[in-house]
């Protein structure tokens, strides 16, 4: 890890009025960003409760093996007693011949307990087998949740930290216009310099002043968009180091990506669930039944009245086997091939589509490097020039309009300057995420 402190001479007295101010404010490191957000950020607490959420299914699917008990009870009361057709062959009559007959009583009662027990359900382990790689599935997502909130809590800290020198490099150079503006108004009182040139200093200072309010206003949405992200309240008064801190051409140790995962695991879950149906399609099913209970008659006639109960049991096994489902279970093979066709295309794809990246991404940290350091060669040139250009022009060897270029060339680099450096912090960052080590602390 390398500091690099980009304020130098010229930042002494932002980095004062900033030090004032963050007196205040509680201030922030990036990972203190980042370890705020794990707790307070919705996104991520609604993500721990998706994963609670798979977990749950997961217990539902295996409570399906648990035995079941279910009481019942139903009460009849016929106004017409069942028909039935009785053979009077049985009492000697001819044969082919019947005569209708009522049996049983106007009052039925039964209540009994029933229980059964799953011994084989394809179906049953299927969903245990599914749901306990969904379980897998939402913890990677949650980790690109995580990763996600990572990302863009650093763009935006970093952001905060550009827009901050940004307004340090302004500070310092109203400070070099006003010591002009002295300078070239003292000439005008001895008429040694025009009017319009006390005003195109004035108007090089309104410019800067304008540029400073417009920066301070996007450095305060940096750090609203900040606390937001840290799920912390839009009062909250936090600050941001000021320094800025960025690690020199690391390589980092390529591991798989969130993305690559997540696909990988989504495979084994369409896999599980093409292999389900397969089974559900050609295996049988097997419970374990079984009724304990009471059935009661009643009768209200007279002289005869009575209400009795009789008991009633057994046990057994229940076998369902699938013969024709009217090819909905094979329409639904056919959807989870395709399905499954799509994934490996999608794996194939993240993996060619991260090598290139990975590559643009080192090509991209490398060149801005170089132009950081040829951009703090250029700010401390243009700041010899400027200061030379003020000596020679009074001394009558330069013009104000040399001042006024040599003052553009200055800023011009020292916005070059920080350019860069936010281009290698996302280049940096970009590369740690390619190579599945965002989440890594060092």
Do not use: W
């Not at 060149?367 to 030379?388: F, G, M, P, R």
């Amino acid at each position: 890890m390398k500091l690099v402190n980009i304020h130098k001479q010229s930042l002494i007295l932002f980095l004062t009025i900033i030090g004032l101010n963050s007196a205040q404010a509680q201030v922030y490191t990036l990972q203190q960003c980042i370890d705020t957000a794990q707790v307070h950020n919705k996104n991520l607490q609604m993500s721990r409760n998706t994963i609670s959420i798979g977990k749950q299914k997961e217990q539902e699917a295996k409570a399906n093996l648990i035995p079941k008990i279910a009481a019942n009870a139903d009460y009849k009361y016929y106004t017409n007693l069942p028909y039935q057709l009785m053979p009077l062959s049985v009492f000697g009559g001819p044969e082919g011949q019947f005569k209708e007959v009522q049996f049983g009583v106007d009052h039925n009662i039964n209540a009994n307990l029933q229980v059964s027990v799953t011994l084989y359900n394809p179906q049953v382990y299927g969903a245990i087998q599914t749901t306990k790689i969904a379980a897998e599935l939402t913890d990677i997502q949650y980790l690109k949740t995580e990763e996600q909130i990572y990302f863009e809590i650093s763009n935006l800290y970093y952001n905060a930290q550009i827009l901050q020198h940004q307004i340090g490099f302004i500070d310092s150079n109203l400070v070099n216009v006003d010591r002009l503006l002295s300078t070239i108004q003292l000439l005008n009182g001895q008429l040694l310099a025009k009017g319009t040139d006390v005003n195109k200093v004035k108007l090089q200072k309104a410019q800067l002043t304008a540029q400073k309010l417009t920066i301070t206003s996007k450095y305060d949405q940096a750090l609203n968009g900040l606390k937001y992200a840290m799920g912390l309240s839009i009062e909250s008064n936090i600050a941001i180091e000021s320094k800025i801190q960025y690690e020199m051409l690391i390589e980092y140790v390529s591991s798989t990506m969130l993305d690559m995962r997540l696909s990988t695991i989504q495979n084994r879950l369409l896999s599980s669930e093409l292999n389900t149906l397969n089974k559900s399609r050609f295996l049988p099913s097997l419970n374990l039944v079984g009724t304990f209970g009471t059935t009661g008659f009643g009768y209200d006639k007279q002289p005869n009245e009575f209400l009795k109960f009789y008991p009633i049991g057994f046990a057994g096994m229940q076998l369902s086997y699938p013969l024709f489902s009217g090819t909905i279970t094979l329409r639904k093979i056919n959807q989870k091939r395709l399905e499954l066709q799509n994934n490996e295309l999608q794996l194939s794809l993240l993996t060619d589509q991260n090598d290139f990246q990975v590559q643009n991404a080192k090509l991209q940290r490398l060149v801005t490097l170089k132009s950081i350091e040829t951009t703090t060669e250029q700010i401390e040139l243009a700041k010899s020039i400027y200061y030379q250009t003020v000596i020679q022009q009074k001394q009558g060897m330069a013009t104000l309009t040399d001042i006024l270029l040599a003052d553009n060339t200055l800023r011009e680099a020292q916005q070059n300057y920080l350019t860069n450096i936010i281009e290698y912090l996302k280049a940096d960052l970009e590369l740690k995420k390619l190579t599945g080590n965002l989440l890594i602390k060092n």
